[in-house]
Nanobody, 111 residues
Framework: QVQLVESGGGLVQPGGSLRLSCAASGSIFSSRAMGWYRQAPGKQREWVATISSNGNTNYADPVKGRFTISRDNAKNTAYLQMNNLKPEDTAVYYC?????WGQGTQVTVSS
């Protein structure tokens, strides 16, 4: 059974940066795609980015050019580098692998 643990969230000013991490255990990390999602207060969870097992990446339009998804298979960890953060990026961020989800990490962008 896959277990996912996110970290790296926090409070940041507009224009700032954060790097989220998603540590996976319980399965062969390198064999599956990893995804990041977010859920803002009062809104549905939305897809942010995906990285395939061979490193191909895709991004939702609102984050293209600002966010970068990556993975380190040796560390069983996926990352989400978030630059030029905006208040509308405020949300709980979740990583996902197949049917497994982490507990989420809060990102708040505010001055």
């Amino acid at each position: 059974q896959v277990q996912l643990v996110e970290s790296g969230g926090g409070l940041v000013q507009p224009g700032g940066s954060l790097r989220l991490s998603c540590a996976a255990s319980g399965s062969i990390f390198s064999s599956r795609a990893m995804g990041w999602y977010r859920q803002a207060p009062g809104k549905q969870r939305e897809w942010v980015a995906t990285i395939s097992s061979n490193g191909n990446t895709n991004y939702a339009d609102p984050v293209k050019g600002r966010f970068t998804i990556s993975r380190d298979n040796a560390k069983n960890t996926a990352y989400l580098q978030m630059n030029n953060l905006k208040p509308e990026d405020t949300a709980v961020y979740y990583c996902s692998r197949g049917a497994a989800w982490g507990q989420g990490t809060q990102v708040t962008v505010s001055s």
